[in-house]
């Protein structure tokens, strides 16, 4: 039987209904994984408590009611608290039932938030089974499905290592799928597995994967499996940056449509609203693909800490503060996620340190401290970035799944964590809920922000809310029917969130109550096709030379030799690696050597023009962010050949006029296409002042928009702010990379600084 969890009803209903026959509320199922042998047949009941719905998916009857306590941590349980903050890929520990508490024969560990979906039919039962697996999913996945679940399994696979349980890895059919999330149901000790655990073994383990891969990454994944197997490429870090240029690769013919709003709401039982969130009551529709967005979507939801004085300042300020900090990214393209998740902490630090100065500055301590949670959902294509601190919380939420992503920053979080105690059983705690972290209240470098990352690649929902929401598990029992009207077209992004908020008053009214949300609804416009070899820096095999005068006879008979030439361009490369050190290291004192003309000298005899267009895509030393300043090849004229064009395609026509000499432009993104080209994306910062071309760019008083400018050089020079993409050997050849440079210089690149 499971009671409803409307306080002015509490009527018994018989399962699977999904809802209260009384008042209609929907009813809260807590669904768990068994990690342990099977002891007990379906439908039976262990403890007076759980259900054995189908083997190994067991119901808590009385989710409502606190588990019993286990006072000693089982070495079961310990990798799944250790690697709790994976609370998107890996369930975490409910229960342990010891033969005493259940009358089985053997103990087991029951896992919550596993790989179990659930929908409700019409007739209003409630269906339950766990998502498909990697291998039932894998054919039918699109192609950035497929390579983004191994990226997946990439990071994954270093934080298992830890923990001594990266074979779970390595058994596809305990890897589940829920669209483009990876899950896993349960985590094996390796002691356990019967062979090596190593990439090696993992590269052995995805050839099965390879013969029915996507045509377009068939042959590329193939040769990524062949570089493991093969120990080519030797580190994590190697493959997470091979599939990261793949899906970025791959990436370039999506398209998501993107609706975000949010709203906040008092509540029945607060004097005021501390809550603060971004953008209030504003519904926003965008769609986004490659190159920078006007419109930075974005989600912020902040809760002013209850009980601390002048909480809504507090999450009133740290939204503008991160407002401010993040507007920036809608003029950086090209940066990894590495680099965009320092930059989301770099702005969350920011706002704390703001609010810290400001409680130091009124002497403000202990609970008279102003503070804050916040949680934010940042679209940074390809990608939706999930930052957080604090207590408010962030769900992604498909059609037959809803999971909590982030993992609140709370004493019982922490005690689990550290393997001290199962969640369930530290949330009990008198001072359980208690806050660990939180915007305003210590220093920044007492403060560790979460940021996660999920792929554009297929419809969901993020939900971003406060506690006066996720209370009492709220989010777990409303998703189901909210989620439906939304993906039935009953109910609009707006009107969802409204519902929410009258749900949480109705059920919960004790706080403060936000809601954010943003859906997702990628579509694939263009299919790009990956090569039959990496996409970065790693090494490829050397071609084997010839080893007998016969071999030798053999290759002059049949064709030209190619050993030598090889050999001469690997020399060149080691040579030109080397001037181009020596230069880059002298560039302010010395005057710059012609990238051309070194390769020219220093290998004659490397002729043909594929072996040095790749020689020049290899070498090109452009960097993201750098600047460069355009020469002219004679004083007063336009550098010849520098044009931008729309997008990094081979035979674009150019979009623009010539870059004028002396002009200024920043490298806002790099990128390499599939036959190996390298495209640099660049913003013009500045253009010489006065009417001369052969004048740069000098420091002045005058406002930037008040600028002198040549009417007669009007159509002739591309203007300040143009965006556009060259070869990134162009940019080499017919302009200077600078250390530094000045705020006019910088000019209109300085907001992307």
């Given at each position: 039987?499971?009671?409803?969890?409307?306080?002015?009803?509490?009527?018994?209903?018989?399962?699977?209904?999904?809802?209260?026959?009384?008042?209609?509320?929907?009813?809260?199922?807590?669904?768990?994984?068994?990690?342990?042998?099977?002891?007990?047949?379906?439908?039976?009941?262990?403890?007076?408590?759980?259900?054995?719905?189908?083997?190994?998916?067991?119901?808590?009857?009385?989710?409502?009611?606190?588990?019993?306590?286990?006072?000693?941590?089982?070495?079961?349980?310990?990798?799944?608290?250790?690697?709790?903050?994976?609370?998107?890929?890996?369930?975490?520990?409910?229960?342990?039932?010891?033969?005493?508490?259940?009358?089985?024969?053997?103990?087991?560990?029951?896992?919550?938030?596993?790989?179990?979906?659930?929908?409700?039919?019409?007739?209003?039962?409630?269906?339950?089974?766990?998502?498909?697996?990697?291998?039932?999913?894998?054919?039918?996945?699109?192609?950035?499905?497929?390579?983004?679940?191994?990226?997946?399994?990439?990071?994954?696979?270093?934080?298992?290592?830890?923990?001594?349980?990266?074979?779970?890895?390595?058994?596809?059919?305990?890897?589940?799928?829920?669209?483009?999330?990876?899950?896993?149901?349960?985590?094996?000790?390796?002691?356990?597995?019967?062979?090596?655990?190593?990439?090696?073994?993992?590269?052995?383990?995805?050839?099965?994967?390879?013969?029915?891969?996507?045509?377009?990454?068939?042959?590329?994944?193939?040769?990524?499996?062949?570089?493991?197997?093969?120990?080519?490429?030797?580190?994590?870090?190697?493959?997470?940056?091979?599939?990261?240029?793949?899906?970025?690769?791959?990436?370039?013919?999506?398209?998501?449509?993107?609706?975000?709003?949010?709203?906040?709401?008092?509540?029945?039982?607060?004097?005021?609203?501390?809550?603060?969130?971004?953008?209030?009551?504003?519904?926003?529709?965008?769609?986004?693909?490659?190159?920078?967005?006007?419109?930075?979507?974005?989600?912020?939801?902040?809760?002013?800490?209850?009980?601390?004085?002048?909480?809504?300042?507090?999450?009133?300020?740290?939204?503008?503060?991160?407002?401010?900090?993040?507007?920036?990214?809608?003029?950086?393209?090209?940066?990894?996620?590495?680099?965009?998740?320092?930059?989301?902490?770099?702005?969350?630090?920011?706002?704390?340190?703001?609010?810290?100065?400001?409680?130091?500055?009124?002497?403000?301590?202990?609970?008279?401290?102003?503070?804050?949670?916040?949680?934010?959902?940042?679209?940074?294509?390809?990608?939706?970035?999930?930052?957080?601190?604090?207590?408010?919380?962030?769900?992604?939420?498909?059609?037959?799944?809803?999971?909590?992503?982030?993992?609140?920053?709370?004493?019982?979080?922490?005690?689990?964590?550290?393997?001290?105690?199962?969640?369930?059983?530290?949330?009990?705690?008198?001072?359980?809920g208690a806050l660990i972290q939180a915007l305003g209240i210590n220093d920044t470098?007492?403060?560790?922000?979460?940021?996660?990352?999920?792929?554009?690649?297929?419809?969901?929902?993020?939900?971003?809310?406060?506690?006066?929401?996720?209370?009492?598990?709220?989010?777990?029992?409303?998703?189901?029917?909210?989620?439906?009207?939304?993906?039935?077209?009953q109910a609009d992004l707006s009107s969802l969130s409204q519902a929410l908020i009258?749900?949480?008053?109705?059920?919960?009214?004790?706080?403060?109550?936000?809601?954010?949300?943003?859906?997702?609804?990628?579509?694939?416009?263009?299919?790009?096709?990956?090569?039959?070899?990496?996409?970065?820096?790693?090494?490829?095999?050397?071609?084997?030379?010839?080893?007998?005068?016969?071999?030798?006879?053999?290759?002059?008979?049949?064709?030209?030799?190619?050993?030598?030439?090889?050999?001469?361009?690997?020399?060149?490369?080691?040579?030109?690696?080397?001037?181009?050190?020596?230069?880059?290291?002298?560039?302010?004192?010395?005057?710059?050597?012609?990238?051309?003309?070194?390769?020219?000298?220093?290998?004659?005899?490397?002729?043909?023009?594929?072996?040095?267009?790749?020689?020049?895509?290899?070498?090109?030393?452009?960097?993201?962010?750098?600047?460069?300043?355009?020469?002219?090849?004679?004083?007063?004229?336009?550098?010849?050949?520098?044009?931008?064009?729309?997008?990094?395609?081979?035979?674009?026509?150019?979009?623009?006029?010539?870059?004028?000499?002396?002009?200024?432009?920043?490298?806002?993104?790099?990128?390499?296409?599939?036959?190996?080209?390298?495209?640099?994306?660049?913003?013009?910062?500045?253009?010489?002042?006065?009417?001369?071309?052969?004048?740069?760019?000098?420091?002045?008083?005058?406002?930037?928009?008040?600028?002198?400018?040549?009417?007669?050089?009007?159509?002739?020079?591309?203007?300040?702010?143009?965006?556009?993409?060259?070869?990134?050997?162009?940019?080499?050849?017919?302009?200077?990379?600078?250390?530094?440079?000045?705020?006019?210089?910088?000019?209109?690149?300085?907001?992307?600084?």
């Amino acid at each position: 039987m499971i009671q409803c969890s409307n306080p002015t009803c509490r009527a018994v209903t018989t399962p699977p209904i999904g809802r209260c026959l009384t008042c209609q509320t929907p009813l809260l199922y807590r669904f768990l994984l068994a990690d342990g042998p099977n002891l007990a047949s379906p439908d039976s009941w262990v403890g007076d408590r759980y259900r054995v719905w189908q083997s190994p998916i067991w119901l808590d009857t009385q989710p409502e009611l606190p588990v019993k306590l286990v006072y000693k941590v089982p070495a079961i349980a310990l990798p799944y608290l250790r690697l709790a903050d994976l609370a998107q890929h890996i369930p975490r520990p409910y229960i342990y039932l010891t033969p005493d508490l259940s009358g089985l024969s053997a103990p087991l560990l029951l896992l919550e938030a596993a790989p179990i979906q659930t929908w409700e039919r019409e007739d209003g039962h409630l269906q339950v089974q766990l998502l498909p697996s990697l291998l039932a999913g894998w054919t039918g996945a699109s192609a950035l499905q497929q390579l983004n679940w191994l990226r997946q399994i990439a990071l994954l696979w270093p934080r298992l290592h830890q923990q001594n349980v990266a074979s779970t890895l390595l058994q596809v059919t305990g890897l589940r799928t829920d669209g483009a999330l990876l899950r896993i149901t349960t985590l094996s000790h390796d002691d356990d597995y019967p062979a090596s655990i190593s990439l090696t073994s993992l590269g052995q383990s995805w050839q099965s994967l390879v013969d029915s891969a996507q045509p377009s990454i068939q042959a590329y994944l193939g040769w990524l499996v062949t570089a493991l197997v093969e120990a080519r490429l030797t580190t994590s870090r190697e493959l997470i940056a091979e599939l990261e240029q793949a899906l970025q690769t791959l990436a370039q013919g999506l398209t998501v449509q993107i609706d975000w709003v949010a709203h906040t709401d008092q509540g029945p039982s607060r004097n005021r609203n501390e809550d603060a969130c971004h953008p209030q009551g504003l519904m926003n529709t965008l769609r986004v693909s490659y190159g920078t967005p006007e419109v930075l979507p974005l989600v912020l939801v902040c809760d002013g800490i209850g009980g601390h004085e002048q909480g809504n300042v507090a999450s009133q300020t740290a939204v503008e503060v991160l407002l401010h900090q993040l507007t920036g990214l809608r003029t950086c393209a090209d940066l990894t996620p590495e680099l965009i998740g320092q930059h989301l902490k770099q702005a969350v630090n920011l706002a704390n340190q703001a609010l810290v100065s400001r409680n130091n500055q009124e002497q403000r301590s202990e609970r008279a401290r102003m503070g804050t949670t916040v949680v934010m959902a940042v679209v940074y294509f390809p990608y939706v970035y999930i930052v957080h601190v604090g207590d408010s919380r962030a769900y992604r939420i498909s059609p037959k799944t809803c999971y909590q992503i982030t993992l609140d920053d709370d004493i019982a979080s922490r005690e689990a964590q550290q393997g001290y105690a199962l969640y369930p059983e530290a949330a009990q705690m008198p001072s359980g809920g208690a806050l660990i972290q939180a915007l305003g209240i210590n220093d920044t470098s007492f403060l560790s922000p979460s940021v996660q990352f999920l792929l554009l690649d297929d419809p969901s929902l993020l939900l971003l809310c406060s506690d006066g929401l996720s209370d009492n598990d709220r989010v777990d029992a409303l998703w189901r029917p909210t989620i439906q009207a939304l993906i039935n077209g009953q109910a609009d992004l707006s009107s969802l969130s409204q519902a929410l908020i009258q749900q949480a008053n109705r059920l919960n009214g004790h706080d403060n109550v936000t809601v954010g949300l943003m859906v997702l609804r990628p579509r694939v416009e263009t299919q790009v096709n990956l090569p039959d070899q990496g996409l970065t820096s790693i090494p490829q095999p050397r071609p084997q030379a010839p080893v007998a005068s016969a071999a030798r006879a053999q290759s002059g008979a049949h064709g030209v030799n190619r050993w030598p030439l090889w050999t001469g361009l690997g020399t060149a490369v080691l040579l030109v690696q080397a001037v181009w050190f020596y230069h880059h290291q002298r560039q302010s004192t010395a005057a710059p050597i012609p990238w051309q003309s070194a390769i020219d000298r220093l290998a004659p005899g490397v002729t043909g023009e594929p072996l040095l267009q790749l020689a020049r895509e290899r070498l090109t030393p452009v960097s993201l962010g750098s600047l460069w300043q355009l020469r002219a090849s004679s004083p007063g004229h336009v550098s010849d050949g520098l044009r931008l064009v729309p997008s990094p395609q081979p035979g674009t026509i150019p979009g623009s006029p010539m870059i004028g000499a002396g002009s200024i432009v920043r490298v806002t993104r790099i990128q390499t296409l599939a036959d190996q080209t390298r495209w640099a994306r660049l913003q013009v910062c500045s253009i010489p002042s006065g009417l001369s071309l052969a004048q740069m760019p000098q420091e002045t008083n005058q406002p930037l928009s008040r600028r002198n400018s040549a009417g007669s050089l009007e159509g002739s020079l591309t203007p300040p702010g143009s965006q556009g993409w060259v070869r990134a050997y162009l940019l080499q050849q017919l302009a200077d990379l600078l250390d530094s440079a000045t705020r006019t210089q910088v000019g209109q690149c300085l907001s992307g600084l």
